[in-house]
């Protein structure tokens, strides 16, 4: 199993799935809304815990800034459709689960993107 870290823009219904399949979600509505981005990163280096987000920021502050994190999934999806998100998701699990610490990955209809980091 996983271990996640969700920022708040994550939609309950990929939090909540990923639970019921036995992952350990920390969502950062949970725990503390007002949380920077740098803090959010913090958690996932510290606890060893991948972050979901859908916010586009993270990957400036991965890459340019060079800060530490234990993994990324970029969820890059038009109209935030959050059947599709999950779908994604699960796919990537099945498919790229071995893939998915120390990477960066995006997320997106046609394509999955996977960078080490």
């Given at each position: 199993m996983?271990?996640?870290v969700a920022?708040?823009?994550?939609?309950k219904?990929?939090?909540d799935?990923l639970?019921?399949l036995?992952?350990?979600?920390?969502?950062i509505?949970?725990?503390?809304?007002?949380?920077t981005?740098t803090?959010?990163?913090?958690i996932s280096?510290?606890?060893?815990r991948?972050?979901?987000?859908?916010?586009?920021d993270?990957g400036?502050?991965?890459?340019?800034?060079k800060?530490?994190t234990?993994?990324?999934?970029?969820?890059r999806?038009k109209?935030?459709d959050?059947?599709?998100?999950l779908?994604?998701?699960?796919?990537?699990?099945?498919?790229?689960g071995?893939?998915?610490e120390?990477?960066f990955?995006v997320?997106a209809?046609?394509k999955f993107?996977?960078i080490?980091?």
């Open positions: 996983v271990n996640f920022d708040v823009n994550i939609e219904l990929i939090v799935t639970r019921k036995g992952h350990d979600v920390k969502w509505t949970e725990v503390n809304m007002c949380m981005d803090e959010i990163l913090k280096s510290d606890e060893k991948i972050l979901l987000t859908n916010d586009k993270f400036e502050i991965v890459f340019r800034q800060m530490k234990s993994g990324v999934i970029l969820f999806v109209e935030q959050e059947d599709l998100k779908h994604l998701m699960l796919q990537l699990l099945k498919n790229h071995d893939k998915i120390n990477h990955i997320l209809k046609d993107r996977i080490k980091l």
